[in-house]
């Protein structure tokens, strides 16, 4: 009996051994480098077999996506380039064409990445779309980045067609040059020091973002914002038809902050055209443009603050038209909206002429725009400050991926149960 108990009692501890080994080790399986081209010659095989929380390390070179297809991410991994400029990526998404009479054919490619998984990473990389189909020489659009997971980062990389983000939330794009970047519905999002050359636009669905340092060049509109809860600070926008353009309902575009950013060289600086509650425009520098601002809805005066910005030099500081002509010649009767002082605290203007006399900062006497819209307290100088109060918003953070200790935790506990309830079984029968 002694011998048979011994025996007993050496089968439990190897069957819970294995058991907690198979627990452990399967909730969270040792990550692997894959190297491209070492163990495998294509990007796509090395994702193919990749598993949750591998790395693909991808040296110098040129290689090419699937043909006519869309690569699909669908796993936690990270695709690592070796050098952003020598890393090349060409995407081959299938591509098709819109043909209107009078006008010419209109080619466009599919999405040419789509990230569903979680916890991706891609990162010096040059991703690029054949932008010349086989049988035409008319450039075409499309083939872009998309993700619709969350905690997606992507980073120093160049992007020649378009980024979206479509949904998820904690994601972070910085350091990148791409063509265009939408923001679709993403929220707890950093977008930062990003060059764009064609728009960035942050749409309806897109909350509690964060959008800063980016350069923003020679676009129609330049930064487009129709969420709310958003942060954008510290971005440089020029040469652009609009340099800021906001508009929307007043569910869907509010409580928006806008500071230290700078417009410079656009037709039009800042236009304003949405309803929503707390619009504040604060520190950004205004110069050389066409027209610096535009507050161009029928409601409200009220709708937009702008304090302790600097208007400088342009040709039209704030928009009193009469007539708003567009470019098919259509013709809207003007409204003019927006507050351009706090109550206590106004803008520069470089073509204020009043006098300061008892040296506190603000002019002694109004800065006039038009009947009905003051500065109450321009500014003798540009405002300069590296301190600013914002709004208590939530703030964009990235959750670690923590150890399942639970899982874990929980295991252990059911296996000591069944290792008790055999013990006793076994004390029983020797009793």
């Known amino acids: 009996m002694k011998s048979f108990l011994s025996r007993s009692f050496a089968v439990l501890f190897v069957v819970l051994l294995s058991i907690s080994s198979l627990v452990i080790f399967n909730v969270k399986a040792q990550a692997r480098t894959i190297v491209v081209p070492d163990d495998y010659p294509t990007i796509q095989e090395a994702i193919t077999a990749s598993t949750d929380g591998d790395s693909i390390f991808i040296k110098e070179g040129r290689y090419d996506g699937p043909q006519k297809q869309t690569l699909v991410i669908n796993k936690s991994i990270s695709l690592i380039g ?38 991706v990473e891609i990162s010096s990389l040059t991703i690029l779309t054949k932008t010349v189909p086989s049988n035409s020489e008319t450039l075409v659009s499309g083939g872009d980045v998309v993700t619709i997971g969350n905690k997606t980062q992507i980073t120093n990389c160049v992007v020649y067609s378009g980024f979206a983000i479509l949904e998820g939330s904690n994601h972070i794009i910085t350091g990148n040059t791409i063509d265009y970047f939408l923001l679709e519905s993403g929220s707890f999002c950093l977008i930062s020091n990003n060059k764009i050359s064609t728009a960035l636009r942050v749409m309806g669905d897109a909350v509690s973002n964060e959008i800063f340092g980016n350069l923003i060049t020679g676009s129609s509109t330049g930064l487009l914002v129709r969420g709310s809860n958003n942060l954008v600070f510290n971005n440089t926008i020029t040469g652009c038809d609009r340099g800021i353009s906001v508009f929307g309902e007043l569910d869907e ?79 809207e009767i003007a409204y003019h909206a927006g507050l351009f002082d706090n109550g206590t605290f106004g803008n520069y203007w470089s073509d204020y002429g009043g006098i300061d006399v008892n040296g506190d900062g603000i002019g002694d006497s109004p800065y006039v725009i038009d009947e009905n819209r003051t500065d109450h307290y321009p500014l003798m100088d540009p405002y300069t400050t590296t301190e600013i109060t914002i709004p208590s918003f939530p703030s964009p953070t990235i959750e670690p991926d923590h150890f399942p200790t639970t899982i874990v935790l929980t295991s252990v506990v059911i296996i000591a149960v069944v290792g008790l309830g055999i013990f006793a079984f076994f004390k029983k029968r020797r009793s």
């Not at 081959?92 to 990230?115: L, M």
């Not at 039209?316 to 007539?323: A, H, S």
Request: contains cysteine; negative net charge; charged residues 20%.
């Open 82 to 119: 070796e050098n952003t400029k020598n890393t090349v990526f060409t995407l081959y998404p299938d591509w098709d064409y819109n043909h209107f009479p009078n006008y010419p054919e209109n080619y466009f490619y599919d999405t040419g990445i789509i990230v569903r998984a979680n916890d």
């Open 253 to 331: 575009c509010y409580n928006n902050i806008f500071y230290f950013n700078e417009l410079s060289n656009n037709t039009l600086g800042i236009d304003m055209m949405a309803r929503g509650d707390n619009l504040v425009f604060f520190a950004n520098y205004i110069a050389n443009n066409d027209c610096g601002v535009a507050v161009r809805r029928d409601y409200s005066p009220a709708d937009g603050v702008f304090y302790g910005n600097s208007f400088v030099d342009n040709i039209v500081q704030v928009n009193t038209d009469l007539m708003y002509v567009f470019g098919d010649g259509r013709k």
